[in-house]
C-alpha cells in the first residue's frame, strides 16, 4: 500500500488502491464538517420534518407513535395559511420584479456613463448593509401617519393622508416597496457587472445594424444579461423568504400588521406564541420546499454550464 | 454603393486638459465600388477614420458625403453602412441565421417571408448554410469571421466597413480569406473602406490604399504606385517587407556622403537634390545586387578590384542569413562600420554564410532620395517613362 501510487508497482489494484489511499488521507479533513454539517443542517431538517408528522403542541415530549400528514392538510383547509401563502408569493414575486426592474435601469444609467458613477454605486448599495431592524424603524417613522416624510410629501401635493401601516390593503405594498429600495441596490451591482462585461463592439454593432437606443437593449444587450438575471433573482426571492425580521421589526412581535402576514411569520407565531409546534413544523417544510423550488432551477441552470 | 468623400476631416479627443488630434484634416475620395485599404501603424487614426465614417464616433472638423447627403450628423442606423469588426461582434445568445436577420429587421421593413430567402441566399454565397442554425460558440474562428461578414453583406448597405477583420486568424486561412474577400469585393462591387496595420493585407487587396500616420494623410495611391512610387519617406519605409533601408546623407558637390559610403550621382540626380543639403537614401532590399567575393579567392585581389571599381559597388559583410525558402534575407554591414546595417534580399538558393564578404551593388535606377527635412520625395526609382511623369498624391 505504501507505493500505491508508483508506476512500478506490482500490486494489482493500483489504481484503487491509490484512490483509497487519498481518500483516507483527506478523510481527516472533510469529515468532521460534512458530520457537523449532515446533524445540525440536514439532521434537523428530518427531525422538523417528522415533528410535523406528530400532533405535538408545546415544548414538552414529542409523541411520535401516531405519524400523520395530518398538519398539512390543516394547513390547506386555513384561511389564515392560504392568506399567508398569497401574501408570500406577493411578495416574492412582486419584489423580486421590482428589485430587477429597478436595478437593470439604474445599471443601465450607471453604464452609460454617468459622472460620479462610483458615488452612486455606493449610495444604490448602501441600504443593502443595513439591517432588516434598522430598515424596518426607519421605514416606520417614513410611514408615520401625522409626520412621516410620505405622508408630508403627499399631503403638500394635495393628496389626503394613508395609513400606510395599520391599512390591511396597503401595508404588503408599502413593505414590499420598503424592501425594494433596500435591495435594488443589489440588483443593479449584478446587473452592472453583467453589463460592463458586455464587449463596446456588441453595442457598435447593433448600431450600425440599424438598432435604435430601445430595440439595441431589447434584442441584444438585455437577452445578454440572462446568468445575471437568474443569479440576482435567485438572491432576491431567498431575501423575500426571509422577510420575517423586517416584518417582526414593524410591531417588535410575533404578530406582523394586519394584511402582512407571511409564511415565516405565521410559522414563528404557530411555534412560539400559539405553542402549536407541529403546525409550525410543517409549515416550516412547506417553506423550505418553496425554497429549494426557487434554487434547485437555478443550480441546475449553473450546473449545466458547467460552473458547479 | 455610393462615393465616400471625406472633406477636410479632423477628430479630436478631448483628454481633460489638451486635446489630441487623432485624425488631422484628412480628405480623400473613395470611388463607387472602390476596395480601399487604409493603412498605417497603431494610433495613426485608421480605426478612428473609419468608426467617423460609420457614425460611431463624432467628427469634430469637416464633412463626410456619402452619395450627395452629408453624413456628419446621420446616426449610424441611418447611414446605410455595414460595418465587420475585428472581433466580429457576433450576438452571442442568436443563432446565426438571427444574427444575419438582425440587421435586415433592424433597418428595413422586409417581412420575415422575405429576409428568410435572403439570408439563406448570403448564407450559401459564403459557405455557411449548414452552420444557419448554430450558435456563435459553436463556430470556429474562421466560421464566425464568414459569419460576421455576412452579416454585413446581407444587408446590402452602400459602404462596407472592415476593421481588421481577418486579424483574428491564423495565417494560412487568413491568406485564404483575403483572396475570398476580395473576390467577393468584386462581385458585389459594393464600395469598401478596409483598415489594416497589415502592409501585406493592404498591397494584395486595395484597389487604392491610404497610409496614414500619426493622424496625417501621406498617401493614397495604388498599391504599385505606392511600392514604387512614395510620396515621403514614411510611405517608403512602411509598404514593402523587408522595408526599405534607409541612410542619412549629405550632398557634396555630385555626391552623396555619410560616414560608411560615398555614393556619386548622375547629372540628371544631381539636379533632383539640387535645393536641399541632407537627404534620405532609400533603395529597396530587392535592388541591392550582391556580388559574391569568392572568385577574388582564386584570382586574389585582382577580381576583387575590378568588383569596387564600380562606383555604386560597396565592399560589405553578412551578419546574419535569414532563409525564407523562396529568398534569403541577407542582413549586411559596410565593412569597418558596425553600426551601419541594411538588408538585402536574394535567391533562395543562393548561399552566404556570416562573416562572408560580399560586394554590394546599388544600382542608380533604383535609389530613392528623399528631402533630409521634410521627407518628402525628391526622386523615386525609375520605372517605365508614362509612370515616372505621373505624379502621386
Known sequence: MTDGGSAVSTDEPTLLSNVSDEFLGSLLFWLPPFLLMGFFVYGAIGWNFVISLTETSGFGGVDYSQLD????????GDPTFINATTNTFVLLITFTAVCLAIGLLLAIMMDRKLRFDNGFRTIYLLPMSLSFVVTAQFWLWMYNYDNGLINIIISSLGFSKYQWISNPDLVLSAVIFALVWQFSGYAMVVYLAGLRAIPQEQYEAARTDGANTLRLYQRVII?????????????????????????????GSYIPPKGSDILATMMVRQAFRINNQAYAAAIGIMLFALALAIITPYLTYQHRRGEL | ???????????????????????????????????????????????????ML??????????????????NDVKPKDRDVAMVFQSYALYPHMTVRENMNFGLEESTTLSDEEIRPLVTETAEMLGIDELLDRTPDELSGGQQQRVALGRAIVRDPEVFLMDEPLSNLDAKLRSDMRTELQQLQGELGT????????????????????????????????????????????????IGDPSMNFFEMTVQ??????????????????????????????????SIELTQATAAIDHESVEFIAEVSDEHSFETIVDVVEPMGNENTIHLSFSGADDATFVATIDGERELTPGQTVVAHIPESEIHLFDGETGLAVHNRLRDESEATESTM
Open chain 2, 253 to 286: 558637390d555630385d555626391r552623396l556622403v555619410t560616414e560608411q559610403f560615398t555614393y556619386p550621382l548622375t547629372r540628371k540626380l544631381r539636379d533632383a537634390v539640387d535645393d536641399v543639403s541632407q537627404v534620405t537614401f532609400g533603395v529597396r532590399p530587392e
Open chain 1, 69 to 76: 400528514i395530518e398538519q398539512y392538510t390543516r394547513a390547506f
Open chain 2, 1 to 51: 454603393m455610393s462615393t465616400l468623400k471625406l472633406d477636410h476631416v479632423t477628430k479630436a479627443f478631448d483628454d481633460g486638459s489638451e486635446d489630441i488630434i487623432a485624425v488631422d484634416d484628412l480628405s480623400m475620395t473613395i470611388d463607387d465600388g472602390e476596395f480601399l485599404v487604409l493603412v498605417g501603424p497603431s494610433g495613426c487614426g485608421k480605426s478612428t477614420t473609419l468608426r
Open chain 2, 54 to 71: 460609420a457614425g460611431l464616433e463624432t467628427i469634430t472638423a469637416g464633412e463626410i458625403h456619402l452619395g450627395d447627403r452629408v453624413i
Open chain 1, 223 to 251: 437577452p445578454q444579461l440572462k446568468g445575471a438575471t437568474i443569479s440576482a433573482s435567485v438572491v432576491l426571492m431567498v431575501f423575500a423568504l426571509k422577510a420575517f425580521d423586517f416584518l417582526y421589526s414593524l410591531t
Open chain 2, 191 to 238: 464600395t469598401t473602406v478596409y483598415v489594416t496595420h497589415d502592409q501585406t493585407e493592404a498591397m494584395t487587396m486595395g484597389d487604392r490604399i491610404a497610409i496614414l500616420n500619426d493622424g496625417v494623410l501621406q498617401q493614397v495611391a495604388t498599391p504599385l504606385e505606392a511600392y514604387h512610387r512614395p510620396a515621403n519617406r514614411f510611405v517608403a519605409g512602411f
